[in-house]
T-cell receptor
Framework: GEDVEQSLFLSVREGDSSVINCTYT??????LYWYKQEPGAGLQLLTY?????DMKQDQRLTVLLNKKDKHLSLRIADTQTGDSAIYFC???????????????FGRGTQLTVWP | DSGVTQTPKHLITATGQRVTLRCSPR?????VYWYQQSLDQGLQFLIQ???????AKGNILERFSAQQFPDLHSELNLSSLELGDSALYFC???????????FGPGTRLTVL
């Protein structure tokens, strides 16, 4: 679960949809998270999905999970300038069939929203 | 506001010194985690405590130590500081060992 990969930058126009992608490595059941970090702030938990689910929707956020390809995406509908931030994908650690507490993070995707 | 508090917000110190970072978890949360965020390493897990006991260790240097007290607050001690220890240090808490983690605002450490 230590190799979580994300593209580093994404730019979109206000009102468009943003799709942030992530790949993870652990093939066993685990929790996958999306966090948002604004400048000078901590990480805000946006949403999470368990790896036996395909999709989760929460207002403007949609998480899609492709277990075969170990690919996770976060779609933000009607993106606003206030959504500009760094978005982190994270995978919960697994050991011996149990989910452990530690999280493995990607490097983060800097989302820039243009007015 | 996640409910996790960290003090101080900023810390500037010299090489060779020792500092203590403090974290108070959300009310009712038993598990505390420490992470380091730096430009070259990204976000790295350091250590986890659950109800006062160490549960997992990550990429934590021997110069660093932590503990969780009976009131569940936690402290991260960093000693013999080096320039490379300059980073943002985050504390997170969760209800138990496996639930979603909520992060504090972080302590920015600058070692000169």
């Amino acid at each position: 679960g230590e190799d979580v990969e994300q593209s580093l930058f994404l730019s979109v126009r206000e009102g468009d949809s943003s799709v942030i992608n992530c790949t993870y490595t652990d093939s066993s059941s685990t929790y996958l998270y999306w966090y948002k970090q604004e400048p000078g702030a901590g990480l805000q938990l946006l949403t999470y999905i368990f790896s036996n689910m395909d999709m989760k929707q929460d207002q403007r956020l949609t998480v899609l999970l492709n277990k075969k390809d170990k690919h996770l995406s976060l779609r933000i509908a009607d993106t606003q300038t206030g959504d500009s931030a760094i978005y982190f994908c994270a995978e919960a650690d697994r050991f011996g069939g149990s989910t452990l507490g530690r999280l493995y993070f990607g490097r983060g995707t800097q989302l820039t929203v243009w007015p | 506001d996640s409910g996790v508090t960290q003090t101080p917000k900023h810390l500037i110190t010299a090489t060779g010194q020792r500092v203590t970072l403090r974290c108070s978890p959300r009310s009712g949360d038993l598990s505390v985690y420490w992470y380091q965020q730096s430009l070259d390493q990204g976000l790295q897990f350091l250590i986890q405590y659950y109800n006062g006991e160490e549960r997992a260790k990550g990429n934590i240097l021997e110069r660093f130590s932590a503990q969780q007290f009976p009131d569940l607050h936690s402290e991260l001690n960093l000693s013999s500081l080096e320039l490379g220890d300059s980073a943002l240090y985050f504390c997170a808490s969760s209800a138990n060992m496996y639930n979603e983690q909520f992060f504090g605002p972080g302590t920015r450490l600058t070692v000169l």
